[in-house]
């Protein structure tokens, strides 16, 4: 029986919804699957500034999903704009065609979306600057991840797809792991790439401490918004089920809690972080492993001059003063700091300034985007108003 014949069988509903995936799936594989583009650019057009910064997608891309993969490339696009140049957003199978057409482009691509690259792009991409995200290429990749139960499938690419990357000659490869992590990608330093630690950040345009108030947040203790899936679950619970009682909780997939709400509208985000009392911050467990890739949702909350506990994850030394973040060495100890930011408004509005001073001055979008300019060879655009850095506040290197 095909899956066309099963799908249409008076057959119980709950085992159609399972059937449903697979004969999608079989109708549009994912070499033919399309990235979903709702907004392919803001308010500039290309040719309205002295660039323009393309991001290509792949079929992972949606738009409509804000999972960190889409909010990360949104950051960048909005951060540039800000700057003065134009963002185009385009599906890496269109970019032979739109990319000549495009003035002074400068390129970004996730490593993943290469899979449906051909070479006819790889050859156009290497006359043009490029920025590619990698994985972790290191060697005994396979056995390392192996020991510590991961699928190496998922975090390493074939020989073919790694040939592509370095057939297009990016400018420089990088991750969102911090600096002490980037021994885990050695092998791209070895092919002769530059490795370029870039850290996600707050996007500024959206998460601000100028958020408007709202009613429907009112007396929210502890907020979190985001996906909930088996691995970040495990971590989730550990650090958060003690406050179940006391959770506001907003995602695009289903929680096992009863504060879960469902969707949140992303305009009204800024306004929980500023609001709630608190807003945790718990990472997948792979980021304590391999020393880094902090999610969005510290900058995000520190951003809109909320307040934070993050879980024991040492990589935010590298980004955080024992002032700005205090890390705690366990869940025991994130529960005590929490209940005390729960307890002491005081304490909880200090940390939050010192936090959004951090973030304000450093870990925002356009300074990421500002190293980007710098890596590629295309300059410094002028400097805006809140570049005039607070002097006084630490900063790493």
Same mark, same amino acid.
């Given at each position: 029986?095909?899956?066309?014949?099963?799908?249409?069988?008076?057959?119980?509903?709950? +085992?159609?919804?399972?059937?449903?995936?697979? @004969?999608?799936?079989?109708?549009?594989?994912?070499?033919?699957?399309?990235?979903?583009?709702?907004?392919?650019?803001?308010?500039?057009?290309?040719?309205?500034?002295?660039?323009?910064?393309?991001?290509?997608?792949?079929?992972?891309?949606?738009?409509?999903?804000?999972?960190?993969?889409?909010?990360?490339?949104?950051?960048?696009?909005?951060?540039?704009?800000?700057?003065?140049?134009?963002?185009?957003?385009?599906?890496?199978?269109?970019?032979?065609?739109?990319?000549?057409?495009?003035?002074?482009?400068?390129?970004?691509?996730?490593? %993943?979306?290469?899979?449906?690259?051909?070479?006819?792009?790889?050859? &156009?991409?290497?006359?043009?600057? @490029?920025?590619?995200?990698?994985?972790?290429?290191? *060697?005994?990749?396979?056995?390392?991840?192996?020991?510590?139960? &991961?699928?190496?499938?998922?975090?390493?690419?074939?020989?073919?797809?790694?040939?592509?990357?370095?057939?297009?000659?990016?400018?420089?490869?990088?991750?969102?792991?911090?600096?002490?992590?980037?021994?885990?990608?050695?092998?791209?330093?070895?092919?002769?790439?530059?490795?370029? %630690?870039?850290?996600?950040?707050?996007?500024?345009?959206?998460?601000?401490? %100028?958020?408007?108030?709202?009613?429907?947040?009112?007396?929210?203790?502890?907020?979190?918004?985001?996906?909930?899936?088996?691995?970040?679950?495990?971590? +989730?619970? *550990?650090?958060?089920?003690?406050?179940?009682?006391?959770?506001?909780?907003?995602?695009?997939?289903?929680?096992?809690?009863?504060?879960?709400?469902?969707?949140?509208?992303?305009? $009204?985000?800024? %306004?929980?972080?500023?609001?709630?009392?608190?807003?945790?911050?718990?990472?997948?467990?792979?980021?304590?492993?391999?020393?880094?890739?902090?999610?969005?949702?510290?900058?995000?909350?520190?951003?809109?001059?909320? $307040?934070?506990?993050?879980?024991?994850?040492?990589?935010?030394?590298?980004?955080?003063?024992?002032?700005?973040?205090?890390?705690?060495?366990?869940?025991?100890?994130?529960?005590?700091?929490?209940?005390?930011?729960?307890?002491?408004?005081?304490?909880?509005?200090?940390?939050?300034?010192?936090?959004?001073?951090?973030?304000?001055?450093?870990?925002?979008?356009?300074?990421?985007?500002?190293?980007?300019?710098?890596? @590629?060879? @295309?300059? *410094?655009?002028?400097?805006?108003?809140?570049?005039?850095?607070?002097?006084?506040?630490?900063?790493?290197?």
């Amino acid at each position: 029986m095909s899956l066309r014949q099963v799908a249409s069988t008076r057959i119980p509903e709950p +085992i159609k919804r399972g059937v449903r995936p697979l @004969l999608r799936a079989f109708r549009n594989p994912p070499e033919r699957q399309r990235a979903v583009i709702t907004e392919p650019n803001g308010r500039l057009r290309p040719g309205e500034g002295p660039l323009t910064f393309v991001v290509g997608v792949g079929p992972r891309f949606d738009q409509n999903v804000p999972n960190a993969m889409m909010t990360c490339r949104m950051g960048f696009c909005r951060a540039f704009e800000e700057m003065g140049i134009p963002y185009l957003i385009v599906d890496v199978r269109d970019l032979v065609r739109v990319l000549p057409t495009v003035p002074n482009p400068f390129v970004c691509i996730f490593g %993943s979306d290469f899979d449906v690259i051909d070479r006819r792009t790889v050859r &156009l991409l290497k006359r043009h600057p @490029l920025f590619v995200w990698v994985n972790p290429w290191f *060697k005994g990749s396979d056995a390392f991840f192996a020991q510590h139960n &991961l699928d190496p499938t998922i975090w390493t690419w074939t020989d073919q797809h790694l040939r592509k990357i370095l057939d297009s000659e990016p400018g420089f490869v990088y991750t969102a792991t911090v600096s002490k992590g980037l021994g885990f990608f050695e092998e791209w330093g070895n092919r002769g790439l530059k490795v370029v %630690s870039l850290p996600l950040a707050c996007d500024a345009t959206l998460y601000s401490p %100028s958020a408007p108030m709202r009613p429907e947040f009112e007396g929210v203790r502890m907020a979190f918004v985001g996906g909930y899936w088996e691995s970040k679950g495990r971590q +989730i619970d *550990k650090y958060l089920r003690p406050f179940e009682a006391e959770l506001t909780i907003y995602g695009y997939s289903p929680w096992p809690y009863r504060g879960y709400r469902g969707m949140l509208p992303r305009d $009204a985000e800024p %306004s929980l972080y500023r609001q709630a009392r608190l807003s945790p911050t718990i990472n997948e467990p792979t980021v304590r492993l391999l020393h880094g890739q902090i999610n969005e949702r510290v900058f995000k909350v520190l951003g809109c001059g909320g $307040a934070t506990v993050v879980d024991a994850v040492p990589a935010y030394r590298e980004l955080f003063t024992e002032e700005e973040l205090p890390i705690p060495q366990d869940e025991r100890e994130f529960v005590e700091m929490a209940r005390e930011l729960l307890r002491d408004p005081v304490l909880r509005e200090e940390q939050a300034q010192r936090g959004l001073r951090a973030v304000t001055n450093r870990h925002t979008y356009e300074d990421r985007a500002r190293v980007v300019l710098d890596r @590629l060879g @295309l300059g *410094k655009p002028a400097e805006r108003a809140s570049d005039k850095k607070d002097d006084s506040v630490h900063r790493h290197a």
